[in-house]
């Protein structure tokens, strides 16, 4: 009895493709992040830091140009972050427009970045 082998890996090929597709792609308000610690400016969120490859895409989501600095440090104040996280441990944060009640300002004196407000998180 011969067995053919070669259905069977072309379907084994398919849903391996498949599983990395979505976890690669999270959606346009879907970012895997870096958590880097407690803020030391403004906003008071906790700080972390996107990937080179998504501020691009953050870029749209907050219709926002980043300045060159900014590209290279990828630096974000996260609002309304409530996880316990350690430094350095990824998260998946969905992220969406600040509602009027969250927007205050910062005083001058203040080392300020750039805000950005969490609906919600997810430990990676």
């Known amino acids: 009895m011969k067995i053919n082998l070669f259905p069977l890996a072309i379907l084994s090929t398919f849903f391996v493709f498949q599983s990395c597709d979505k976890a690669e792609h999270l959606g346009d308000d879907v970012f895997r992040i870096a958590y880097l610690g407690p803020s030391d400016g403004c906003p008071g969120g906790s700080l972390i830091r996107f990937a080179k490859k998504d ?35 990824t998260v998946i944060l969905k992220i969406g427009q600040f509602p009027p009640e969250e927007l205050r300002p910062c005083l001058a004196y203040m080392r300020s970045y750039l805000g950005v407000f969490v609906l919600e998180e997810h430990p990676d």
């Not at 907050?62 to 440090?73: A, C, G, L, S, V």
């Open 55 to 89: 501020i691009d895409r953050l870029s749209r989501l907050i219709d926002m140009e980043f300045t060159e600095e900014y590209r290279k440090e990828r630096v974000a104040s996260a609002v309304n972050l409530k996880g316990n996280y350690r430094e350095g441990q």
